[in-house]
């Protein structure tokens, strides 16, 4: 009879793996099946996390767990670090690739982007203390500088929301991961209308949030 087992997909700034998890006499086991190095890329002026080569190692990870004899996997669970995402275009096709949260690019913006909403007032809608790379300053430096964005972008995924995409199908933005990114209204645990209509951003290119241990590609 095989046993039920779950997998992890965690995600950190310099390397992947899939662990394995299983309960026995009522225990938690975990078994690293898969590990890779996670490393970004310069292109041009821009630091980059390599996608393409990130999916393709979470592959190779459930091809292994796939090999695994009397297992039966039945959930898949992502966790990576939080803020950085990417577009998707109208035809679900992978517009742009994740910018890395250590570039530099918002810092050319901030100044701009202070000019239609105070720092007070954003850390009163979102609670988010202010970094550079907040995905509130990312996704306003695409609207703002980049043509191809403002043209094609469809839909905004963060990173594990990007993952589970290219796995099912099913296009969300999950709500812990969403709300690193000072986007949302803490008290609403939505987003932020005030916010995005005060950034002139479209919210209609963020997703719908679901809440954590939601199945996703079943739905």
């Not at 095989?2 to 950190?12: N, P, R, T, V």
């Not at 393709?56 to 039966?72: M, T």
């Not at 969300?172 to 916010?195: H, P, Q, V």
């Amino acid at each position: 009879m095989s046993k039920k087992a779950y997998i992890a997909i965690d995600l950190g700034a310099s390397s992947g793996r899939l662990i394995l998890g299983s309960m026995k006499e009522n225990k938690l086991q975990l078994e690293e099946i898969h590990r890779f190095p996670n490393e970004p890329v310069h292109l041009g002026d821009t630091f980059y996390w390599d996608f393409m080569r990130i999916f393709h190692e979470i592959k190779q990870g459930l091809k292994k767990a796939a090999q695994l004899k009397d297992v039966e996997i039945t959930s898949i669970g992502i966790d990576t670090w939080g803020v950085d995402g990417a577009w998707l275009d109208k035809d679900g096709k992978l517009l742009t690739n994740p910018v890395h949260y250590r570039d530099n690019r918002t810092s050319e913006i901030m100044e701009d982007f202070y000019k239609h909403i105070t720092d007070s007032k954003l850390y009163d809608i979102t609670g988010i203390q202010k970094m550079s790379f907040n995905t509130v300053y990312q996704l306003y430096h695409d609207f703002k500088t980049n043509d191809v964005i403002r043209t094609f972008g469809d839909k905004w995924l963060f990173m594990p929301d990007l993952i589970a995409y290219f796995l099912t199908g099913t296009t969300f933005n999950e709500y812990t991961i969403a709300s690193t990114g000072a986007l949302l209204d803490a008290s609403k645990r939505e987003y932020s209308k005030e916010l995005f209509e005060a950034l002139k951003m479209p919210i209609e290119k963020m997703q719908e949030l679901v809440m954590p241990g939601t199945g996703d590609g079943t739905r």
